[in-house]
């Protein structure tokens, strides 16, 4: 290990989404030589051990209980902001001892602690070792500023209010959701107990770190100096995937196909052959052939539709495409740009109406539909509305070549080297 090597303790619980942001950034920060101990509990129960055969990386796992919280897991998207927010919070508990044994076995070891902005034992683990913590965002929605409200939290519902007023409710909400629980477990572990959980444990002192391109979201200018927008942090390519020629022999002709998939969203059906259907249904309606990709039974399905299963390759498929419809997470609404190739989303929660407001912003999306308000027919008008547009397409790729020409990883590490060295 280089002498200035820095070692690195990285938890991370939550879904695909959320692990592939940490996975790339101990991968860059490996690559530079730097020492990563790194802790992930996938949701979607998905395999890392992998990245133990990376040299510099040591990677421990926990198994998501497979059952998870019943009924109530499902369809969330169909919840209350405040039913969504006591559901996430219960869904971690589940894992929470978990997250604080691996923080105390690595907190003496490290000199740097990572997490995201929900694991909030962590910043106070770190603050009982003294040690420097950086708190990770995937998206720049929840940042304090007096430019713009909370992304959840829109003016017109409070009307009469700043932005900064809007910010304190947010805080005043997170308070009220987990200061005292987060409190008691402080006093436990022998901590002075904070007056606001956003400022004081979301909110890191030394470094927070967003993945969001600057291109998509410009930074706002009265944001603390301890924040960076990095840019997105995309994942080193690990999967040896091509496309199959039945595909290329499928998309054959003079109009390129739509592609579909909502991720891991589907886990959150509870009418998964419904929503199928649905799909289906919505596919077999275009006046053009649809690419699904989607974990479902290989079976004949349509002349028109191909399915695609597992791991595929987004580089190598979406520039056969000419539209992706899909939920608007933070890592496909940035690839998909990346890849010039417009939007349609149907957005289910967390960050995914932020996304969809930005993609519509820079002129690269169609439009987006929420989960809750489903619909074929109306999804199917704003497929048609964007395959007219003729702005859509020479928007996405005048901001692709933005995006490829911002290295969001290189400029994480160099931020985080020149804090670290610096103090």
Same mark, same amino acid.
């Given at each position: ?46 395999? $890392? &051990?992998?990245? @133990? ?15 998870? *919280? ?5 369809? %969330? ?26 923080? $105390?076995? $690595? ?25 420097? /913590?950086? &708190?990770?965002?995937? %998206?720049?929605?929840?940042?304090? &500023? ?26 005043? /909400? ?15 572990h022998g901590l002075n107990p904070v007056n606001s959980i956003s400022r004081d444990l979301i909110e890191s002192p030394w470094l927070n770190l967003i993945a969001y391109s600057n291109y998509l979201y410009p930074a706002k200018p009265d944001w603390?100096?301890? $924040? ?21 022999? %499928? ?18 059906? #509870? ?32 002349? @028109?539709? /191909?399915? *695609?299963?597992? %791991? ?52 690269? &999306?169609?439009? #987006? ?17 964007? *395959? ?31 804090? /670290?060295?610096?103090?």
């Amino acid at each position: 290990m280089p002498e200035n090597a820095i070692k690195f303790g990285i938890l991370i619980y939550g879904s695909n989404g959320d692990i592939e942001l940490m996975v790339s950034l101990s991968q860059e920060l490996a690559r530079r030589g730097h020492e990563i101990n790194l802790f992930i509990i996938s949701i979607n129960r998905r395999d $890392y &051990s992998f990245l @133990n055969a990376i040299e510099g990386i040591n990677v421990s796992q926990h198994l998501f209980p497979e059952q998870l *919280l019943g009924s109530e897991d499902v369809e %969330f998207w169909s919840k209350s902001l405040q039913d969504l927010s006591d559901l996430m919070e219960r869904r971690y508990q589940l894992v929470a001892a978990e997250v604080v044994k691996k923080a $105390y076995e $690595y907190a003496p070891q490290c000199d740097v602690l990572v997490g995201p902005t929900y694991m909030l034992e962590v910043p106070c683990i770190a603050e009982k070792f003294n040690k420097r /913590y950086i &708190s990770l965002r995937p %998206f720049s929605g929840l940042v304090r &500023s007096a430019h713009e409200a909370p992304f959840f939290l829109p003016s017109e519902l409070f009307p009469g209010l700043s932005n900064l007023e809007l910010w304190d409710v947010c805080d005043a /909400y997170t308070n009220r959701a987990s200061k005292r629980r987060l409190n008691k477990f402080r006093r436990e572990h022998g901590l002075n107990p904070v007056n606001s959980i956003s400022r004081d444990l979301i909110e890191s002192p030394w470094l927070n770190l967003i993945a969001y391109s600057n291109y998509l979201y410009p930074a706002k200018p009265d944001w603390s100096d301890t $924040y960076h927008q990095c840019g997105f942090f995309k994942s080193p390519s690990y999967i040896n995937w091509d496309v199959p020629e039945s595909l290329l022999n %499928f998309i054959q002709g003079d109009e390129k196909p739509i592609f579909i998939t909502i991720g891991t969203m589907m886990e959150y059906e #509870s009418d998964r052959e419904g929503f199928k259907a649905r799909l289906l249904g919505l596919a077999h309606s275009i006046n053009r052939k649809v690419i699904i990709h989607a974990d479902w039974p290989e079976e004949s399905i349509d002349k @028109n539709v /191909y399915l *695609l299963r597992g %791991f595929i390759s987004y580089d190598k498929l979406i520039p056969l495409c000419a539209l992706a419809v899909h939920h608007g997470g933070v890592g496909t609404a940035h690839i998909m740009t990346e890849l010039a190739c417009p939007s349609i989303i149907i957005s289910y929660g967390f960050e995914q109406p932020f996304n969809c407001r930005v993609l519509e912003m820079q002129g690269v &999306s169609g439009g #987006s539909i929420l989960r809750k308000e489903f619909c074929e027919e109306k999804l199917k008008a704003l497929i048609d509305k964007a *395959l007219d547009n003729p702005e859509l397409k020479p928007n996405a790729e005048k901001i692709a070549l933005q995006l490829r020409g911002e290295n969001g990883l290189a400029n994480a590490a160099n931020i985080i080297e020149a804090a /670290y060295h610096a103090s």
